[in-house]
């Protein structure tokens, strides 16, 4: 079957570091995404991994394990404007066209 | 940049009306995506198209119907609203996976909140 897992709501303060962990299994794997979508919004697009290691850009960093169906997404030196909904996104097969979210994980974000 | 537009950002319709929602991208993308989005449920994938007068059904097709007769286009239907339509609607499209491509990220337009009364 085809299942993602995160965990609902998260809070953390400024500067801190917070790691939101995503857990899936897909019928066809090709892929993994992290979306950032602040409320009333839409989703953007925060980083895709592929391969197994982490994958670094800027304050954000995603990780992925393949065998372990294992991801999380790293958010450093935190703000304010980082309060949102993160989703986390695989591939539903080889052709790696659509994508089957997980409910996403809401941070809050204080000072 | 690439530019997802939806037709309305906000829609009222009322029950048993035919409501189309359009979508438009500007990228060149083979491949164009409905989701509704609700609380607690996340984004579901409703229909997608990976060419022109192509589809296939996402994860909750029913009462819902697609057009796909523009590469840019793509327009989700809803053949006669029911109150549990009630719900935000969110376009995206991406490109198709190429050899060699290590990406097909998908683009969102600003989304569509519909009521049904």
């Known amino acids: 079957g085809q299942n993602i897992d995160q965990p609902t709501e998260m809070t953390a303060t400024e500067g801190a570091i917070v790691q939101i962990n995503c857990t899936y299994q897909t019928s066809g794997f090709n892929g993994l995404f992290w979306y950032q979508q602040h409320a009333g919004e839409a989703p953007t697009f925060l980083s895709y991994n592929v391969l197994d290691g982490l994958e670094e850009k800027g304050r954000f960093s995603s990780f992925l394990s393949r065998s372990k169906g294992y991801s999380y997404l790293l958010l450093k030196e935190l703000q304010m404007k980082d309060s949102a909904s993160y989703l986390c996104?695989?591939?539903?097969?080889?052709?790696?066209?659509?994508?089957?979210f997980g409910k996403g994980t809401t941070l809050s974000v204080s000072s | 940049d690439v530019k997802v537009t939806q037709s309305s950002r906000y829609l009222v319709k009322r029950t048993g009306e035919k409501v189309f929602l359009e979508c438009v991208q500007d990228?060149?993308?083979?491949?164009m995506f409905w989701y509704r989005q609700d609380p607690g449920l996340g984004l579901r994938l409703i229909y997608f198209s990976y060419d022109v007068k192509m589809k296939e059904k996402g994860d909750i097709p029913e009462g819902y119907s697609v057009s796909r007769e523009k590469k840019e286009r793509f327009s989700l239907i809803l053949e006669s609203a029911s109150t549990n339509q009630t719900s935000m609607y969110l376009c995206?499209?991406?490109?198709?996976?190429?050899?060699?491509?290590?990406?097909?990220?998908?683009?969102f337009g600003p989304g569509t909140r519909l009521t049904v009364l």
């Open positions: 990228m060149d993308h083979e491949n």
């Open positions: 996104a695989v591939t539903r097969n080889q052709a790696g066209t659509a994508l089957i």
């Open positions: 995206a499209s991406s490109a198709t996976l190429r050899a060699g491509s290590n990406t097909d990220t998908q683009y």
